[in-house]
């Protein structure tokens, strides 16, 4: 069982509507990272978070994703308005402090019809 | 130059055989390098890692042999098991910002 909870484990979501779904990282990780795979099993990074302070994230997810991670409540990630090419699993990863190791959540399956 | 390459792209191994699974950077900056697994419809998970002070680094059946001077590494299944099949993704870790390039992945079968 995963120490990084993430739900909901799938969403459906039509165009234009909103997605959210949600990452509470192992206990005592500071650092919190969401990735996309898509179905060619190719990973894109979308953002990163140390405690509640966004590292980086890319272009996209400036635009047209938003994503917190405030303190004692669980890290979010929304799309505003689904788009078709957004369906993909979304992963959230934490990470302590200096060189430990990921620890990923099981994915939010998201499709966008 | 931030890529991460892996090879082959897909690999039948009959069982009790060695598995070698190539990956190969080119950014000097990457000084970790995590190997995961993922299983069909489930999230990745560590199987071993390596970092730029080590050459080899060994797990049970799971080793990894790295070239530093021509930035490659290895993964070596030994007694490969049918319960080994997955896909196998090589990571590296950018000193900056800690963030993961990954592998396209190595979709491996096991045949009993």
């Known amino acids: 069982n995963s120490k990084v909870i993430q739900t909901p484990r799938y969403l459906v979501k039509g165009q234009g509507q909103k997605a959210k779904m949600r990452c509470i990282p192992e206990?005592?990780?500071?650092?919190v990272f969401w990735y996309q795979q898509n179905k060619n099993n190719e990973f894109k990074f979308l953002i990163n978070f140390q405690n509640q302070e966004v590292l980086q994230q890319i272009d996209m997810t400036e635009k047209r994703f938003s994503a917190e991670c405030p303190s004692n409540s669980p890290c979010s990630l929304e799309i505003q308005s689904s788009e078709a090419g957004d369906s993909a699993l979304y992963l959230c990863?934490?990470?302590?402090?200096?060189?430990?190791?990921?620890?990923f959540g099981s994915g939010t399956r998201l499709l966008v019809i | 130059q931030q890529q991460v390459r892996q090879s082959p792209q897909s690999l039948t191994v009959w069982e009790g055989e060695t598995t070698i699974l190539n990956c190969s950077y080119e950014d000097s900056t990457f000084d970790y390098f995590p190997w995961y697994r993922q299983f069909p419809g489930k999230s990745p998970a560590l199987l071993i890692a390596i970092s730029l002070v080590s050459n080899k680094k060994e797990d049970g059946r799971f080793t990894i042999f790295f070239n530093k001077r021509e930035k490659k590494l290895s993964l070596h299944i030994t007694d490969s098991q049918p319960g080994d099949s997955a896909t196998y993704f090589c990571?590296?870790?950018?000193?900056?910002?800690?963030?993961?390039?990954w592998g396209s992945g190595t979709k491996l079968i096991i045949k009993p």
């Open positions: 206990k005592g990780h500071p650092v």
């Open positions: 990863a934490s990470r302590g402090q200096g060189y430990s190791d990921y620890t």
């Open positions: 990571a590296a870790r950018m000193d900056s910002n800690y963030q993961l390039i």
